[in-house]
Structures are given as C-alpha cells and as structure tokens.
C-alpha cells in the first residue's frame, strides 16, 4: 500500500476571532478586515500586513486544493504573523489559546486529512510546555515555533528546555523563520523574505549544532525546518570547513563537526527547482527531506509537490519518501 502524500508546511488564518486586545491586553494587535465573502487582509494597527483569501479559513476549499493537487494530509500550523513573542507571556498564552483553538475546530472537519499544529508562548518556556501539553491532550498532533525570540536563539537555555519537553512528550517540532531584519537594503522586492528568511533558517540550525542543543537534546526529538533549511545546505562544507580551520571560534559547545548533525533533523521541500532539491537529498539524506509547500501562500508551491515530481533523479523509493514517508516518521504516525 502506498504511503499517502503529507504537505508538512501549511499555514491557517481563521476567518475570525475575539478582540485581542480586550482578551489580551495590549494594543496593536492583528485583526482581520473582511473585505468579502472569500478574501480578507490582515491587519496590525492601521498597516495592510497580507492578503488572505478563503483557503487560510475554509476547510472545504483546502480540502478542495488538496485533492486537486494529490495531498491526501496537510500539516496545518499557525501563521507566524501570530506568535506574539514579543508581548508578556501573560498576553502571548492567550492568544495562543484563541489560535489553537480555532485551529483544532477547522481541522475536525476532516481530522484524518487536516493535522493541527499549535503555537506557544516561547518566551516563557514553562507556559509554553503547559500550553503544548494543553494543545496535545485536545487533539494537536506537535507545535511550530519562530527561529528565534527576539535575541534568543534556538540554543538559548529556555527554549532548549522546552524542546527537551517536545521530546520527553513525542511532540514534533516545525521551525518556521520569523521577523526578519529590516531596513533600507531590505524593503525593496520582499529581500526579507527571498534573502532573510533562508539566512535566518540558516543562523538556527547553526545555532543548534554550535550551542551544543544536539549534544544536549535526546535524539527522539523529531524537528523539521521549513524552506529547505533555508541557505544551511547548500553552506555545509563552508561550516565544516570552519569547524576545522577555526575550531577556536566556531566550535562553540559542539562536540563534532556541522555535518555529523545533519541526521537530527529534517528541512522540506520548498525550494522549487530540481537542482536545488537534489542538492538538498545529497546533503540531508533521503530520510530527512519532507513534502511541504508553504500552502496557501502566494510565495508558496503549487499544486504541491511539482519539484518533487520533477526530479527525475529521485528513484521511486526515493520519491515515496519525501513525499510522504518521511514525512508519517516525523509526525510519529510510521508504526
């Protein structure tokens, strides 16, 4: 029987919610300006953030795409614009809790098709651990979480903790990049997207295996990168060759060289080109490289998975993993 195609990578925005700023506290919160029926924009303040339309909050037209594209399950995780980390922790675990909530009740349409991932306030580790053992007793199937929190990086000792806690509780971790650097050389042409976000993807999986995170991390912790790994990839060598050569400033806390970690993690396969995607298999492994698409996203794959069927130099073992297998290991669905 053939495994079924998993989209790893997908994003909800949901057509409504509650007033944050009176659930919350705070002010300049997102909020939806519904323009109609099938699109809307989100809003922070008074600033046009993005334009949405109804497969962000629909599950009849995700589940529609999905079968026009051959996916037989989403992965549905939050909208980073949401994750409120910069906020007190006492306002973040509230809207964490309106987002996955509203989260969980779209996926319960068609549970075993849509797979709900929560967010967490990952500023403060103990209530993000509540928040992720709350999202996993109603039916969450793992988290996503931002690259970083503010200055904090994945190494840092409280977000350590709290994938220490992904692990202990079989919680499947998606790393999303995240509130990327601005400034002039930045805000023209989305560079914060097209060069930003892969270089931030990039710092973090550097910063767990420099930091020591995967020395220190039990190996059952399942964590996948979105974007392909961002630039990581295709910079390995340059990684190890510094390792080697200036072991006096990059070895940081790390027992062995970037490449001996490249088995820790997954990334998927948002990178659009064959070349690039082959390059990504030589580099990862054929087990560590997952169907995602960045869904329902303009910047995103469509229909989903075209890189992947493509690339004619993936064998049909080969094929079946990244489009699906992989993908079932990491969500702890293989046995």
């Known amino acids: 029987m053939m495994a079924p195609v998993v989209d790893v990578h997908t994003h909800v925005v949901p057509k409504g919610w509650p007033d944050l700023s009176a659930e919350c506290g705070g002010t300049g919160w997102p909020w939806l300006r519904v323009d109609s029926e099938r699109a809307a924009m989100i809003m922070v ?57 509203l989260t969980l009740a779209l ?39 931002g690259n970083h929190v503010g200055d904090r990086d994945l190494d840092d000792p409280g977000i350590v903790m709290f994938l220490q806690h992904c692990a202990q509780v079989g919680a499947p971790v998606f790393v999303h990049p995240w509130d990327m650097p601005a400034g002039p050389r930045l805000d023209r042409w989305m560079a914060r997207w097209l060069t930003g976000m892969p270089a931030e993807t990039h710092l973090s999986v550097l910063a767990l295996i420099l930091g020591g995170v995967f020395d220190r991390v039990p190996e059952t912790l399942r964590l996948c990168f979105a974007h392909g790994g961002g630039s990581f990839p295709f910079w390995l060598g340059r990684a190890d060759n510094a390792w080697h050569r200036r072991g006096d400033v990059v ?28 390059l990504l298999v030589d580099t990862m492994g054929e087990d560590r490289v997952v169907l995602g698409s960045d869904y329902p996203y303009p910047l995103g794959e469509r229909p989903v998975g075209q890189v992947v069927a493509k690339a004619d130099f993936l064998t049909g073992p080969q094929r079946a993993k990244l489009l699906g297998g992989n993908a079932l290991a990491f969500l702890g669905r293989d046995r």
């Open 45 to 101: 303040g008074e600033t046009e953030f993005r334009p949405i339309g109804a497969q962000c909050w629909d599950a009849g037209t995700r589940l529609a795409d999905m079968a026009s594209d051959g996916v037989d399950v989403q992965v549905v995780s939050p909208t980073p614009v949401f994750f409120s980390y910069d906020r007190p922790a006492a306002q973040a675990v509230k809207v964490a809790k309106i987002f996955n909530d």
């Open 107 to 145: 996926c319960a349409e068609q549970p075993d098709r849509l797979v709900p991932f929560c967010q967490v306030p990952l500023q403060d580790p103990e209530l993000a651990c509540a928040e992720l053992d709350r999202c996993m007793a109603a039916g969450h199937a793992g988290v996503e979480i």
């Open 251 to 278: 070895r940081g806390a790390s027992q062995l060289p970037p490449s001996a970690y490249v088995n820790r993690f997954l990334v998927d396969t948002v990178v659009f080109e064959p070349a690039a995607l082959r």
